[in-house]
């Protein structure tokens, strides 16, 4: 979460908002960017959200466009982080874990070895990781208040929508969090059909890449 939120904090301040740097929150210091609510989530179910990085579009030549793209920056830094774990997480389950390395990138799949010595602590946090990047990404894009997809949709709806639908944002964002602890099972079958088409790509990249190194 750290790095997800640093991300949107140094896309914004690339666009030239100073107001992350200002407050603090270019940083990779865990501590400036939690949320306790939003921890336990990540523990407790893999969805998750850290304390929003506040930013300011006025500072930006395109407001629609600079917050959209400071909205995407958060999620496409956890595919980044589950595209590079995915290769210590298949590499150490086919070699050691006798696993076909292709089912290594499905999240539905259970691998876990039960040792503590090194190449299975590796595995499993790796593992642990790429999960966690890939369902954080496709959590954090839903175009649903606070999360990141409602600031895309502010580069996709006109103003006057986008501001309309946002007068209610707190109230979306409880409902919202209210449905995630009444039927968590809803939103994963929300999430499952773009889990799988992230975890199909970086298979698709990656697979090529770790089958030269075996």
Known sequence: ??????????????LGDPTAKNMGRLT????????ILGTIMILVSG????????????YYKDKKKGTMLVGLAGPLSNIMLAFLFSFPMAYLGSKYGNARIDAMFSVDQLYIFNSFSPIPILFNLSRFFYIININLAVFNILPVPPLDG???LSGILPQRQYFKI???????????LLLIFIFPGILYKVMFPFIWLLET??????LPLLKILL
């Open 47 to 58: 969805f998750g959200w850290a304390k929003p990085v506040p930013i300011n579009p006025m």
């Open 150 to 152: 409602s600031r895309v």
């Open 1 to 14: 979460m750290t790095f997800h939120e640093v991300s949107h904090a140094y896309c914004s301040h690339r």
């Open 201 to 206: 790509s970086i298979r698709f990249i990656a």
């Open 166 to 176: 946002m007068q209610y944002e707190n109230y979306i964002a409880v409902i919202f």
């Open 28 to 35: 990779l210091n865990p501590l400036k960017h939690l949320d």
